[in-house]
């Protein structure tokens, strides 16, 4: 038995996690795969565990969208409205005034690049206390809704202004869907699921509901208590923030396709030299700041790699600087909320995935095994 298989076990045992898959893969193939634990009632974790990717889902979309822009129908400065004129109702909240929501325009409009980079303004409430405040005061949908009418979140800032974590990416699916032509869904089936060998990767659980993990919270006795938590099924519209579900194997593929630069087993779905904006800082000056969460049963405080800068590509999370004995500089990384995370290093030809269906997302517990697993693969693998 290796050194990541005995993390794996011991964090699972400790109950640190409730149960793991993780995998290792380069661009050629994988090279490390192990589970430990029970997924559900029924069936032990493995390979074929079947996951609610939750925000997972915003890599696949950004790679949606610069395929749009490979085929010349966008640019990463097209502005919302340009394709979707309904976006032009959406106004910056300036505040929640005694009479209601006071709003004012914008000061520029809101681009591709803003929402695939977290610029645009549209942030979740779990993580910015005036939205939070506008949502309960309104009563306002939430984007897990899955309808249209729950993608009109107003701006908190003007676009660019600054970086906070929301709902560009289902914005994004929707510019896809309107340049393609196709549902969002039926487009990624179709032109990345298909090509890249993702046979497992849907929109819906329906077909392997008997391999899906059971989610759990891990309350304040440190205990983990199961609860419900899904996509509602069959919505008005797909959100490409977190409408995903799949499997370790098939997410190892698409992250080594990244790897490759759009190309896998003799299958390209994007050219280099659109994918390059999803490895390349689009936010210039700015860094990523602590994710303060108003939801601690959910999420803790997300910083990752504290003390290192990090920004944000056309598609994921970017480090600035390499973290010893892990990540490279120019590593880029994200997660789904159930905490399912991944990295990839371009510079080491290295990507892993640690997942497992739990909550609050980052808890500290969780993250420590995380490190554990990664300076493992690291010292194991990296020339």
């Known amino acids: 038995m290796s050194e990541i298989d005995q993390i794996i076990l011991d964090a ?5 996690l409730p149960f793991a898959v993780a995998m290792v893969a380069n661009s050629e193939e994988v090279l490390w795969e192990g589970s430990a634990g029970q997924a559900n009632a ?24 610069m395929m749009m822009i490979d085929r010349g129908k966008a640019t990463l400065d097209t502005a919302v409205v340009d394709v979707l004129p309904e976006f032009n109702k959406l106004l910056v909240l300036e505040s929640m005034g005694p009479d209601g929501p006071v709003y004012r325009a914008p000061r520029r409009p809101v681009t591709l690049r803003h929402l695939l980079t977290h610029t645009s303004g549209v942030v979740y409430g779990e993580y910015n206390t005036k939205m939070l405040e506008y949502q309960t005061t309104m009563g306002t949908p939430h984007i ?65 509901s008997e391999n899906l993990a059971d989610v759990v919270l891990r309350g304040p006795d440190e205990r983990f208590t199961p609860m419900e938590l899904s996509a509602p099924s069959q919505p008005e519209i797909y959100g490409m923030g977190s409408a995903l579900y799949g499997t370790a194997p098939d997410y190892i593929r698409f992250l080594r396709t ?20 999803m490895f390349v800082n689009q936010i210039g000056d700015m860094s990523l700041p602590v994710m303060k969460s108003l939801a601690q049963d959910i999420a803790v405080d997300v910083e990752l790699f504290p003390g290192y800068r990090k920004t944000h590509t056309a598609g994921f999370v970017r480090m600035e600087a390499a973290v010893p004995g892990m990540r490279s500089v120019g590593s880029l990384t994200w997660a789904g909320v159930c905490n399912t995370h991944y990295w990839i290093d371009p510079a080491k030809d290295l990507t892993a995935v640690l997942m497992t269906q739990s909550l609050p997302f980052c808890e500290p517990r969780f993250m420590q095994v995380y490190e554990k697993f990664e300076r493992e693969v690291y010292r194991k693998f990296s020339a």
């Open 258 to 277: 990244v790897l490759n630069r759009g190309e896998l087993d003799g299958h390209r779905v994007i050219s280099p030299e659109a994918i390059e904006p």
């Open 42 to 65: 029924s069936k032990p974790a493995s390979l074929e565990t079947y996951f609610r990717l939750f925000s997972m889902t915003k890599a696949v979309g950004s790679l949606a969208a």
């Open 144 to 208: 897990f809704a899955g309808t249209l009418e729950s993608m009109n979140y107003p701006l908190m800032f003007d676009p660019g202004d600054e970086w906070a974590y929301g709902i560009g990416l289902d914005w994004a699916g929707r510019i896809v869907q309107q340049l393609d032509g196709r549902t969002i869904d039926r487009f990624c089936r179709e032109e990345i699921f298909a090509p890249l060998g993702m046979l497992d990767t849907a929109f819906e659980a329906d077909a392997r």
């Open 12 to 16: 699972v045992d400790r109950q640190d």
